[in-house]
């Protein structure tokens, strides 16, 4: 499966971007989509998950009540709405794709996009 993310910017704190993860080529209704972000000398980490198939999405702690996942299999495309942005959300934000549809489990996930930057300025 190939994944491209698109969406990221430049925001002011408090504002709201939307992010795309659009995937092509072999994709399982098993599988699950995850949105992780890496800031700058720190390591990537897990923000919000989902699977294919549907269920309840999952959230990192840090994220909850301001950022949805969302799916569209139509478009084979992962949405994640980012609201009430905080300068600790700047980072470059990856989709990956996790064929086993664990979600949670960040070890499984092995394919990946290229990333998108999002900056949020105070």
């Known amino acids: 499966v190939q994944l491209v993310e698109s969406g990221g910017g430049l925001v002011q704190a408090g504002g709201s971007l939307r992010l795309s993860c659009a995937a092509s080529?072999?994709?399982?209704?098993?599988?699950?989509i995850g949105w992780f972000r890496q800031a700058p000398g720190k390591e990537r980490v897990f923000v919000a998950g989902i699977r294919w198939s549907g269920g309840r999405p999952y959230y990192a702690n840090s994220v909850k009540g301001r950022f949805t996942i969302s799916r569209d299999n139509a478009k084979n495309t992962v949405y994640l709405q980012m609201n009430s942005l905080e300068s600790e959300d700047t980072a470059v934000y990856y989709c990956a794709q996790d064929p086993t549809g664990v979600v949670i489990a960040p070890h499984r996930y092995d394919s990946w996009g290229q990333g998108t930057q999002v900056t949020v300025s105070s």
């Open positions: 080529g072999q994709t399982f209704s098993s599988a699950a």
